[in-house]
């Protein structure tokens, strides 16, 4: 029986090398579809339905479809498409995962560097130091979080979907920045984590 081998993962539920299109077309359009809770019977009454435009009232599939069932191994062949298709979800939903990860890592990023920013350009007249070492603060402990360091995660109120002091430190003049620039390399030039 000749099968179709994409990488390691060997197909089975693709065609057999001798298997008649008419039993193959009735597997692949009526049997597989079914999923884990498939029989011969419902597969059959699918076919009957689609092929004759009405309900069948059989109690039983034919025995042409369970002698091509058998032969053709449509129980093994549809169980390795649930695993393939069980196995797609997962490296799909581990994909998304990823991807969420790294716009979380991104933001985070964003955040730490513009806060860094903010702090070195601060001027205490005009903005709160507690808002953006709060800023510093939480992207560096979530930033360790998603690298998996055991850190103990700051909780922050969030006004809609923006946490009040990313907005603050957004929302921050160019002058207030430059401060904090200036500032921070009376400090010793770095902003401890």
Not at 51 to 70: H, I, L, M, N, Y
Not at 95 to 121: C, D, F
Request: hydrophobic share 40%; charged share 30%; net charge negative.
């Amino acid at each position: 029986m000749r099968q179709a081998v994409v990488g390691e993962q060997s197909r089975m539920w693709e065609r057999s090398e001798y298997e008649p299109s008419l039993w193959f077309y009735r597997f692949d359009a009526f049997y597989r579809p079914l999923g884990p809770e498939r029989n011969l019977l419902r597969a059959y009454k699918g076919w009957h339905l689609a092929e004759k435009g009405r309900e069948s009232r059989a109690v039983s599939a034919p025995t042409s479809w369970r002698e091509a069932a058998d032969r053709w191994r449509w129980l093994e062949r549809a169980e390795a498409w649930d695993v393939q298709q069980r196995l797609e979800r997962l490296r799909e939903e581990d994909e998304a995962r990823r991807k969420s990860r790294e716009q979380r890592l991104a933001i985070l990023n964003g955040v730490l560097m513009r806060a860094s920013s903010a702090l070195v350009r601060l001027n205490p007249d005009e903005a709160r130091w507690s808002d953006v070492i709060a800023a510093v603060r939480l992207a560096v402990q979530e930033l360790r979080h998603e690298y998996g360091e055991d850190v103990t995660t700051v909780k922050v109120e969030a006004a809609g979907v923006i946490p009040e002091w990313a907005a603050t430190v957004i929302q921050m003049e160019e002058q207030q920045l430059d401060w904090i620039v200036a500032n921070l390399s009376l400090a010793g030039g770095a902003v401890e984590s």
